[in-house]
């Protein structure tokens, strides 16, 4: 049940930090807010980002383990993330009804990228082989290349970020396969230097 209370927490942060981000912009469209000098904005924002955190910070103190609740650091910020977008996308549909959202501009955001580099923790954290990182980075640097050549057109492909994050995804992948290579080869090379000592 915590978990529950825990993403229903976020989804509720979430709508006061979607509202404080984007909201003026609505507000002024409709010529509410529209005289305000920027710091007035401002304060008006920050004054609805104070509700967010009202939420976010009860959410991560009953959510997580060290607190008895079932997500680690990293789960939370995930799940954040995917409320976070799905907030977002739905702010962006019934508030800014002029404003499309379409399966494409998911290709866009950087978001999800971030989501995907959560494997970056865990090799952080030596949760892997070398042998394992290299496949991780590789097969997620053939999915962001196939997310940028369906998401953007002609030379956009090549500076999109979900491109450049493939390029150095095959980057490290090279790395850990090289490094892998050579550990295997000093291991190798050891066992034959000692079993010639004999």
């Not at 930090?17 to 008006?44: C, R, S």
């Not at 955190?53 to 650091?73: E, K, M, T």
């Not at 907030?87 to 999800?112: C, D, E, M």
């Not at 150095?168 to 230097?193: Q, V």
């Amino acid at each position: 049940m915590t978990g529950f209370y825990t993403v229903l927490l976020l989804m509720v942060s979430n709508v006061f930090m979607t509202f404080a981000w984007y909201g003026h912009l609505k507000l002024q469209e409709m010529k509410l807010i529209d005289n305000w000098p920027l710091i007035g904005v401002i304060l008006f924002s920050w004054g609805i980002a104070l509700f967010e955190y009202s939420f976010q910070v009860p959410a991560n103190r009953i959510g997580f383990v060290d607190n008895g609740g079932p997500f680690n650091l990293v789960q939370l910020k995930v799940i954040q993330e995917v409320v976070s977008l799905t907030v977002f996308s739905l702010f962006t549909i019934l508030v800014f009804k002029g404003q499309t959202f379409h399966w494409n501009h998911i290709a866009r955001l950087p978001y999800p990228g971030g989501v995907l580099r959560i494997h970056e923790v865990m090799i952080m954290a030596k949760q892997y082989s070398d042998k394992t990182n290299a496949i991780i980075y590789a097969v997620i640097g053939c999915g962001l290349l196939i997310w940028a050549l369906l998401g953007y057109r002609g030379s956009a492909v090549f500076t999109s970020a979900p491109f450049i994050i493939a390029v150095i995804d095959f980057i490290m992948a090279g790395f850990y396969a090289l490094r892998h290579i050579r550990l295997k080869k000093a291991t190798r090379d050891e066992a034959d230097g000692s079993g010639g000592d004999c």
